[in-house]
């Protein structure tokens, strides 16, 4: 069961009573014109499967409940306006096949929880300000394919580990402040 409303203009924000249909496995509301918050409620929707909010100007932080959603394998918040750390509870969603945090005003480090992603094919956390570290963690992601980290303030060496990712065919970490060697 699904519920698609993406590709309308709709308006507003998502309301909080959206946590109480336990029923969805897919919530499409992209390319609307919905901002507000993601409210914890969200969390609430544990059979969803594919969450899709891309292409609107929501605001505010990523809410810790999205952790409850552990069957989620792609989840889209890119093209917004969320601002705040990455949620470390984002490495509970073991299924994930892809992340999208692109885009938005995210600030500080990449948690290292991300490296419990492995089913991770696709990482897209470009056009954000996140900065510190690319911590050494993500080399346990060895089903990417698609690594994009670029136009952010990351400093420091690329971690060696990242030679574990055979199956990486892209990879964007340029607008960077990296230093070290390549090896």
């Given amino acids: 069961m699904g519920f698609d409303l993406g590709r309308n203009m709709l308006t507003g ?10 029923k969805p496995t897919t919530l499409y509301l992209s390319s609307n014109q919905l901002s507000g918050h993601i409210y914890r409620e969200l969390g609430r929707l544990e059979n969803l499967e594919d969450l899709m909010l891309y292409n609107n100007t929501l605001i505010g932080f990523i809410p810790s409940s999205i952790r409850n959603l552990t069957k989620l394998t792609s989840l889209y918040l890119d093209n917004n306006q969320l601002s705040g750390h990455i949620p470390r509870e984002l490495g509970y969603l073991v299924n994930l096949d892809y992340l999208y945090l692109s885009y938005n005003t995210l600030t500080g480090s990449i948690p290292k929880d991300l490296g419990n992603l492995t089913e991770l094919v696709g990482l897209y956390l470009e056009n954000n300000q996140l900065s510190g570290h690319i911590p050494r963690e993500l080399g346990y992601l060895v089903n990417l394919e698609s690594l994009s980290l670029k136009n952010n303030s990351l400093t420091g060496p690329i971690p060696n580990s990242l030679g574990n990712l055979t199956k990486l065919y892209e990879l964007y970490f340029g607008q960077n402040q990296l230093s070290g060697q390549i090896s």
């Fill in 13 to 22: 924000s998502i309301p909080n009573s959206i946590g109480n249909l336990t």
